[in-house]
């Protein structure tokens, strides 16, 4: 885990200095060692967390033997030294050990085909010295975040692994992005190509950018198929064991020390079992038991494994006090719950090692989330035609929503028309009264997945709803929370859930071994029962449950909220008077509004970090002195 951020200059003079106050901004994502190189053209800046090859010939920026090609690398990638060897019969040399310079010697020798190659995560930048040309290239899944605009005064390039590293750019124009609201108060996290701010795009995943002279292309070099070609169950289940443990044994590759995420459920529990760490790291909420804190069943694991489990119980004004930091770190509004424990769990992690593995991707993959699970209500009423139901849905639009009424609207919809991935937040009309006027102009969830739906017009419907998970919610959820709460804490987060290989195995899985009338993630569970204990494998997925729900039924709480909920800032966005409403039906338990509320307040305290505030960190940042030395390519 490290960071890069550069500025093509566009014949723009560009002092140092600047290239080095972008890099203070990501500096928590690698405090080991920093580096820039700085010429007419391109200004570019590394910040190591040194895991592979912790010598100094593994720093970066980075140039191959001609000086032509310059990189700046964020990621891993597992599988560095089988391309090297192959590199180095075809006569390339190397200065260090580290799956970075392979990566620049990959694309000196095969171009663009270097990303078929790459097994791993990663965002990295290639500047050809000689055609003045940058190469941008993000991993298949997205695990590493990676940023780009030309939104500048004087028409000056930026990129980089966070977006606050623009903000000391003296050229970057910082706008507020209308038209992102809309559909975060849906999705709950950033759902477009563009982000909360204007003009400031992430590059998709599984994609790469050639940039050259003020212009730019974005190609798509990979993405997840499907063959479900038929297996029996004892097939998959051996293909899916012989993929993870092979995944496992590539992600614990570290000259640091590694160790493994757990909570009580199966997919961080199955990597955990693979690995045997030394250590690993659980974390669940002061005074709640159960599914509030599952510190227990991790406990329970890692003596059963013999090894040691580390962990911390977060208070309610811990959880609170912490949110602007979280936010600030999150770059966009994030409502995901689950960003909060993840930040408290990455922080202890960081106490005792460098590297963590953790389960994210298992349910996208293999079929995890009970969204994919048809009740067997659904199954009767789905044997009535389909235009018959698609009639009574058209009805039902029009009466007063109830569990009935919502049962047969849902059931006269394709899945096009209701699923938008694991998160829904707001429906569009709550969403549309509650915001001002001239923040309504966003794209709705349907336009914003028409194109994702369309690759997969013709696969049955649990393949359309991974597919949406992996290209959506995964990107630009899961892995946003990842990246950023890990990184936070100066800590590389793996997924080997998320490696090609693993990939490769779960797409040949029929939908009924994946989402099974018994179970969901139905042949995962059976090939992790092979090494899991049995109530470890059948365990119910809860995944990061967070008693927010409670807390806001708290008057120190409610009022906390209250203010923010009626502020001068939230009265600019939202017709406060609207809020308070759902603020005090839940207050008062007359409705469950928990997730509206929180959806809310996330976004207005973001919105002051970066906007009324400066996009300082809310809290004290201390720079090691050596930042003053920064190493010059």
Known sequence: MCGIVGLIHNDQYFEPSVI?????????????????????????????????????????????????????????IYNFNSIKDSLIERGHQFQSHTDSEVVLHGYEEYGVEILHKLRGMFAFAIWDKEQEELFLARDPFGIKPLYYSSNTKDGSFLFGSEIKSFLPCPSFVKEFNKEAL??????????????????????????YMIYKKGSYQVHEYWDTTYTETT?????????????????VSHHQMSDVKVGAFLSGGIDS?????????ENTFSVGFKDYKGMFNETNLAEELSE??????????????????????????????????????LYFLAGLASQHVTVVLSGEGADELFGGYDWYQISKKQQAYEKVPFPLRQFVSRICERLPKNQITNFLLMGGKKVEEKFIGQAKVFSEEDAGNLMKPSYQGGKSASNILEKTYQKVRSANDHTKMQYTDIHHWLPGDILQKADKMSSAHSLELRVPFLDKQVMETASKLAPSLRVHPKDTKYALRQAAKSVLPEEWANRVKVGFPV??????????????????????????????EE?????????????????????????????????????????????????????HA
């Open 579 to 631: 809020l308070l409403k759902y603020l005090d039906a839940h207050y008062e338990n007359q409705e469950n509004y928990h997730r509206y509320i929180w959806t809310v307040y996330v976004f207005l305290i973001w919105y002051e970090v970066y906007f009324v505030n400066d996009g300082s960190p809310p809290y004290d940042l201390e720079i090691a002195e050596s930042e003053e030395t920064l190493a």
């Open 182 to 207: 809309k559909p975060y108060l849906t999705f709950q996290y950033s759902a477009l190509e563009e982000t909360f701010f204007k003009r400031v795009y992430k590059l998709n995943p599984g994609h």
């Open 20 to 76: 080095q106050e972008m890099m203070k901004k990501i500096h928590h994502r690698g405090p080991d060692n920093g580096g820039y190189y700085h010429d007419r053209e391109v200004s570019l800046g590394f910040r190591r967390l040194s895991i592979i090859d912790r010598t100094e010939n593994a720093n970066q920026p980075m140039f191959c033997e001609n000086k032509r090609f310059l990189l700046t690398f964020n990621g891993e």
């Open 231 to 247: 297996l029996t169950l004892e097939k998959a289940v051996e293909e899916i064991k012989n993929a993870m443990k092979d995944s």
């Open 304 to 341: 059963h494994l013999k090894i040691r489990n580390h962990r911390k119980l977060i208070s309610g004004e811990e959880f609170f006090e912490k949110i602007p930091a979280i936010q600030y770190h999150m770059d966009e509004p994030h409502a995901n719950l689950s960003s909060i424990p």
């Open 547 to 576: 008693p927010i729900r409670d807390w806001l039924r708290k008057q120190k709480y409610y009022e906390h909220v209250k203010e923010v909920l009626m502020s001068k800032t939230s009265a600019g966005f939202f017709h406060t």
């Open 269 to 277: 529990s199955y990597v955990t079992t693979l690995m045997k760490p």
